[in-house]
T-cell receptor, first 117, second 118 residues
Framework: DVKVTQSSRYLVKRTGEKVFLECVQD?????MFWYRQDPGLGLRLIYF???????EKGDIPEGYSVSREKKERFSLILESASTNQTSMYLC????????????????FGPGTRLTVT | AQSVTQLDSQVPVFEEAPVELRCNYS??????LFWYVQYPNQGLQLLLK??????LVKGINGFEAEFNKSQTSFHLRKPSVHISDTAEYFC????????????????FGQGTILTVHP
């Protein structure tokens, strides 16, 4: 089974703090994604990465940055947390690089609920 | 650009009743289509997907969906729901260049909260 893990289920931070959200996948997936989920808005893509050290902005990258130093790990960074970044953050991965045809679906972690006070 | 519209934000039903959750999409290219389910305090889990072939797709937990290209729809159905089906459901679309420059990005709908009452 594909496993995507996120470092924290719940996190409370203060305004202005630098926040790191970590995501690890164990299936040798090429692509990794960070989303935020807000009621009534669905999932919105923040950043994604298609290879080590490669990243692309998604639909709402402002206030965020990412890092992918190893294939299995993708980090989301809030440089200076603000209250409007209070949200559920979901990490996902997709596209195995070996072992059969690609399946294209994304596999999700359990999410991190971040509260910024 | 792609977009996905889930036509109902909330759907209440009684146990053992049938249910349909509606999803329409717009895209200028061929697409792959997905339905995901999110149980409370959990991540998203794939219910089913349409990549090609038969337009009627069967998924887990008795759900199925039908791809209708002319109506650009991918509605999710279940003939008899259980209390345990209470969750939020998301429709998503990816263009078929998923292995290429689109990198398998998904565009999600706003979600439909299905509440099954006893």
């Amino acid at each position: 089974d594909v496993k995507v893990t996120q470092s924290s289920r719940y996190l409370v931070k203060r305004t202005g703090e630098k926040v790191f959200l970590e995501c690890v996948q164990d299936m040798d997936h090429e692509n990794m994604f960070w989303y935020r989920q807000d009621p009534g808005l669905g999932l919105r893509l923040i950043y994604f990465s298609y290879d080590v050290k490669m990243k692309e902005k998604g639909d709402i990258p402002e206030g965020y940055s990412v890092s992918r130093e190893k294939k299995e790990r993708f980090s989301l960074i809030l440089e200076s947390a603000s209250t409007n970044q209070t949200s559920m953050y979901l990490c996902a991965s997709s596209l195995p690089t070996s072992g059969g045809p690609p399946t294209y679906e994304q596999y999700f972690g359990p999410g991190t609920r971040l509260t910024v006070t | 650009a792609q977009s996905v519209t889930q036509l109902d934000s909330q759907v209440p039903v009684f146990e053992e009743a049938p249910v349909e959750l509606r999803c329409n999409y717009s895209s200028s290219v061929s697409v792959y289509l997905f339905w995901y389910v999110q149980y409370p305090n959990q991540g998203l889990q794939l219910l089913l997907k349409y990549l090609s072939g038969s337009t009627l797709v069967k998924g887990i937990n008795g759900f199925e969906a039908e791809f209708n290209k002319s109506q650009t729809s991918f509605h999710l159905r279940k003939p008899s729901v259980h209390i345990s089906d209470t969750a939020e459901y998301f429709c998503a679309v990816s263009d078929t260049n998923a292995g290429g420059t689109s990198y398998g990005k998904l565009t999600f709908g706003q979600g439909t909260i299905l509440t099954v009452h006893p």
